[in-house]
C-alpha cells in the first residue's frame, strides 16, 4: 500500500498544477533575493550600476504593474486554451490523452514562467520603496517580461502540436518505442505458463482495494524469495484491473505469511491505468484512436492507417527480438516471481484483431493492415508467425463477408492469399 499511495503522490506532483506552482512561487523569493541583494548594493556601492539601469521609483512601479497585469492575463489565456482546446482534442482523439496533455513539461513550464512573472512584479510593488530607485530590481523584471513571450510563443506552437492527430500518434509511437527497448532489458525466455510449479504449502494473497495494476517490480521481493526458498505467481498483469479481495497471486513455500505485504507492493495499485509500467497501454492509446478514426462520426481513414504503421513498427521490434515479459530471475538465475506473460503474440492480439474487425467495409484500412502484418511476418522469426498469418486469414473472411464490390473483394482477397502464399514458400524454403 505504501507503494501505491507513493507512486499516486508523484503523479500528483507530476500534475498541471504543482510544477507550474512552484515555479510562480519562484518568482516571489526571487524577488525578495533581488531586492534585499540590490538594498546592499546600494549601501555599499552607490555607482555600481551604470545609468542606463536608472529608473525612477514611479517609473519602476508602472513596470511592475504593467508587468503583473500582462502577466497574469496571459496565464489566464493559457489555461483556457489549455482547457478547450485539450479538451476539444480529447473529444475526438480520445480521453486518456488528457493525461499525456497534463504531463507536457513544455505546458507547465510556460505557466510556471507566466506565473512567476507576475508574482514577482507583485513581490517587487510591495518592496519598492523610496528610499533609492529600483535599478536592478526592474532590470529582472524585464528580464522576466522576455522569457514569458518567449515562452508564451512555445507554448503556443507546443499547442497547435500537440492537437495535431498524426503527431500525437507519433509521440505515442516513440513511447512505445521506448517502453519495448525497456522491456527487452528484462525480458526472459522462460514463460511464465511453462514454469513447473514447486512442491509444497501455498496460499493465496489478496488485493488490499480496488484498482489497476501499474507495474510488477519484484526487485525487493526476489531477495526475500530467495532467502526463504518462496515462489510469487501472480494472477495478473500490469494494466489489470483488480478489485478488492479477489486474489491477486499464489505463494508458495511461504508457511508463516511473512511476504505477503511484500508481493502487494511490488504490484502497486492505482485508480486509473498509467504507461510507466504498462506495456499495453500505449499500444491501446493507438488503437483507441484508430477505432475513433474509424467510426463514421469521425471518418478519418488515414489517422487510423497512421496508427497501424506505428504499431506495426513497434511490434515488429518486439517480435525481431522475442519479448517475453513475467518471469523474474533471482541473483541465482532461479525463477521466483512470475506474472501472466506478455509477448509480442500478446500485444498483436490485443492490437490488430479490434481494427480488423472495424474495417471490413474499409478497402483503404483493408489494405493497410494487409500491409502491416506483411511487414511484420517478414521481421519476424520462422516459428513466431502463426499468430499473424492467423489473422491475415481472418482478415480475408472479414472481406469476403464485407458489402464492397465483388471486384473489389476479389482483389483485396488475392493480395492476401498472395502474402500467405510467400510465407509458405519461404517457410518450406
Known amino acids: 500500500m505504501l507503494t501505491s499511495r507513493f507512486r499516486t503522490m508523484v503523479r500528483a506532483l507530476r500534475g498541471f498544477l504543482t510544477i507550474p506552482g512552484l515555479i510562480s512561487l519562484s518568482g516571489l523569493l526571487v524577488a525578495f533575493g533581488v531586492w534585499w541583494v540590490e538594498a546592499h548594493l546600494r549601501a555599499a556601492y552607490p555607482d555600481l550600476l551604470p545609468a542606463v539601469f536608472a529608473v525612477p521609483v514611479d517609473t519602476a512601479l508602472d513596470v511592475f504593474a504593467t508587468t503583473a497585469g500582462a502577466a497574469i492575463s496571459a496565464l489566464v489565456m493559457v489555461y483556457s486554451i ?102 527487452l532489458k528484462r525480458s526472459t525466455p522462460m514463460r511464465s505458463d511453462e514454469l513447473v510449479l514447486p512442491e509444497g504449502g501455498e496460499h493465496a494473497v489478496l488485493a488490499a482495494a480496488d484498482g489497476y495494476v501499474d507495474a510488477i517490480e519484484p526487485g525487493a521481493l526476489l531477495d526475500k524469495t530467495r532467502a526463504l526458498g518462496a515462489t510469487v505467481i501472480y494472477d495478473v498483469r500490469p494494466g489489470d484491473f483488480v478489485i478488492a479481495g479477489a486474489t491477486l497471486a499464489t505463494v508458495f513455500n511461504d508457511p508463516g505469511r511473512t511476504l505477503d505485504d511484500a508481493v502487494r507492493n511490488a504490484a502497486p495499485l492505482l485508480d486509473v491505468r498509467t504507461p510507466e509500467g504498462d506495456l499495453r497501454f500505449s499500444v491501446n492509446l493507438l488503437v483507441e484512436i484508430a477505432l475513433r478514426a474509424l467510426s463514421p ?121 498472395h502474402t500467405l502464399k510467400e510465407h509458405r514458400g519461404r517457410a518450406s524454403a
Not at 533609492?132 to 502540436?161: H, K, N
Open 297 to 417: 462520426g469521425v471518418n478519418d481513414t488515414f489517422t487510423a492507417i497512421a496508427c497501424v504503421d506505428r504499431l506495426s513498427a513497434a511490434l515488429a521490434t518486439a517480435r525481431a527480438e522475442a519479448l517475453s515479459l513475467g518471469v523474474y530471475l533471482d541473483a541465482d538465475g532461479a525463477a521466483r516471481v512470475a506474472s501472466p506473460t506478455t509477448t509480442a503474440d500478446t500485444l498483436f492480439s490485443e492490437a490488430f484483431p479490434p481494427l480488423r474487425r472495424a474495417a471490413r467495409r474499409n478497402g483503404l484500412m483493408i489494405l493497410a493492415l494487409h500491409r502491416a502484418i506483411a511487414r511484420m511476418i517478414v521481421a519476424a522469426k520462422p516459428d513466431a508467425r502463426d499468430t499473424m498469418t492467423a489473422e491475415l486469414r481472418l482478415l480475408a473472411e472479414e472481406v469476403r463477408a464485407s458489402d464492397q464490390l465483388d471486384a473489389d473483394r476479389d482483389a483485396q482477397v488475392a493480395a492476401i492469399e
Open 82 to 183: 489549455v482547457l478547450l482546446v485539450y479538451t476539444m482534442a480529447a473529444s475526438s482523439i480520445g480521453p486518456r490523452l488528457l493525461q499525456r496533455f497534463g504531463d507536457d513539461r513544455i505546458n507547465q513550464v510556460a505557466a510556471g514562467a507566466l506565473g512567476a512573472t507576475f508574482l514577482y512584479s507583485l513581490g517587487c510593488m510591495w518592496l519598492t520603496r523610496d528610499n533609492g530607485d529600483p535599478d536592478l530590481t526592474v532590470a529582472v523584471a524585464v528580464v522576466y517580461a522576455v522569457v514569458s513571450v518567449l515562452m508564451l510563443l512555445v507554448f503556443v506552437q507546443r499547442v497547435s502540436s500537440r492537437v495535431t492527430i498524426d503527431r500525437e500518434a507519433a509521440q505515442i509511437s516513440v513511447t512505445l518505442d521506448q517502453q519495448v527497448l525497456h522491456a
